[in-house]
């Protein structure tokens, strides 16, 4: 079978010849990878993994990038966003944010008004080049979507400032959420017009961390409900699932996830406290688990590849499961690691 039609089955709760195994090893990673002993090819037709086609759009503000300050150890420059990061160039180091231009209602209608939707903000040659390429070989289509609490507060105004909005001033929050998703529809309702369709918009919106969630349900209902489901409502119109990637300990949320109609949840975050087990479970027939394999254990063959035989034939029943990490694969992982656990996920996902 080819990855489209894994992943249709997946999403359609029906089983395949195995489920889908995708992933996204750290750039430390596939250079480990290479120094012991991987040719210079795609990971995922060394592997044998599946391969998902990206959508992006750029929907940012277009305030000006420019570097501020740069040093053999890092780079401090200015983002699209406004935001002012320092970057650090050993591999796979997360960035600090310094600064940020728009933490306040008079900032973000400056912001806003640079929001403007031309053409150039598609890739419209990329289409082009590529598109009838993913559908001869199979590929599964993917628009990246961009809205809603975590990339509000992690790009544009900061952790602190989008919190004590949200209780303080939560019509300025709506508008943010709901201006984002509107330049994603605009932008993304032109490339479905143009005849290059997807199969699924996913976004990212880690909305837990360890433990539990960083605001109250009640909250997510007032607030961010509303433009998760009009995200949700506009890719079922068009025959397109709806993929949510949250990060974090987000079970008490499922019941409005599943309510509101999101079609897959990712990544299943164990080390955070999410339990698949429990999920398939009691969503098991409406809600397609994608991840759950816990990233802490990847450097330890013995560890994972029990993980992987005790969890993935309880999720893979009756079709509705993507494989992967509960995040991505570290550079912690050795090639021999990566080789058993690609060779137990086939074993055992099969069907």
Known sequence: MTTHERFRRAFEHREADRI??????WEGTLRRWRREGM???????????????????????????RVLEETDRYRIETTPWGVTLKNFKELDSTPEFIDYKVTTPEAWADAKARMTLEDDRIPWEHLKNNYDRWRAEGLWVQANFWFGFD???????GTETVLVAMYEDPDWVRDMFDTYLDSCIALFGRIWDAGYHFDSIQWPDDMGYKGTTFFSNEMYRELLKPTHKRAVDWAHERGAFAHLHSC??????????????????????????????????KYGDRLVLHGGINAVLWDDRDAIVQAIEETVPVLKENGGYIFSSDHSIPNSVSLENM????????RVGRY
Do not use: C, Q
């Not at 990339?151 to 105004?157: G, K, L």
């Open 339 to 346: 080789k058993a656990i690609m060779e137990t996920v086939k």
């Open 151 to 157: 990339v509000t507060h992690s790009w544009m105004s």
């Open 39 to 65: 040719p210079d090819v795609d990971w995922r037709d060394y592997f044998g993994a599946d391969k998902v086609a990206h959508i992006n759009v750029d929907i940012t503000p277009r305030y000006e990038v």
């Open 248 to 281: 974090g300990n987000v079970m008490s949320r499922i019941d409005d996830l599943v309510d509101i109609g999101v079609d897959a949840l990712n990544p299943l975050e164990v080390k955070a406290g999410m339990e698949p087990l429990t999920l398939k479970k």
């Open 20 to 25: 889908p195994i995708i992933d996204f090893p």
